[in-house]
C-alpha cells in the first residue's frame, strides 16, 4: 500500500490555474499506474486524468481535455495536475490515486489506494 498526500488546492476565479500536487510515500511509487480523481457534491467520484508508471501514457477525461495536465516524478514521488481555464463546474474534491503495482500499464486504472483530498473552489 501507498500512502498519499495532496495539496494545492483552495479558491480560484473562473479562467484562472491551480497546481496540484501528491507527495506518494513507499519504495513501489515507481511501479504504479497513478490518477487523479474528483467528486462533486451530489455527483459520483470521477477520474480526472491518469498516467501510467513508465510510459507516462496519459488519459483525461473529455470535460477536462486540453485544460488539464497530469505529470509524475519518479525520483520525487510525486504526481500533479496543473489545471487551467478552470470552471465553476470544475469544483470538487480532487483526491490522488494509485493502483496496486501490480496491473498492466493503464491510465484509466484500476486504482486501489487514495488519498484524503483537497478542496478546489472556483467562483464564477
Known amino acids: 500500500q501507498v500512502q498519499l498526500v495532496e495539496s494545492g488546492g483552495g479558491l480560484v476565479q473562473a479562467g484562472g490555474s491551480r497546481r496540484l500536487s501528491c507527495a506518494a510515500s513507499?519504495?513501489?511509487?515507481?511501479?504504479?499506474?497513478v490518477a487523479w480523481f474528483r467528486q462533486a457534491p451530489g455527483k459520483e467520484r470521477e477520474l480526472v486524468a491518469g498516467?501510467?508508471?513508465?510510459?507516462?501514457?496519459?488519459y483525461y477525461a473529455p470535460s477536462v481535455n486540453g485544460r488539464f495536465t497530469i505529470s509524475r516524478d519518479n525520483v520525487k514521488n510525486m504526481v500533479f495536475l496543473q489545471m487551467n481555464s478552470l470552471k465553476p463546474e470544475d469544483t470538487a474534491v480532487y483526491y490522488c490515486?494509485?493502483?496496486?503495482?501490480?496491473?498492466?500499464?493503464?491510465?484509466?486504472?484500476?486504482?486501489?489506494?487514495w488519498g484524503q483530498g483537497t478542496q478546489v473552489t472556483v467562483s464564477s
Open positions: 490515486a494509485a493502483d496496486s503495482g501490480r496491473n498492466r500499464p493503464n491510465a484509466r486504472g484500476p486504482y486501489s489506494d
Open positions: 513507499g519504495s513501489t511509487f515507481s511501479l504504479r499506474n
Open positions: 498516467i501510467t508508471r513508465s510510459t507516462f501514457t496519459t
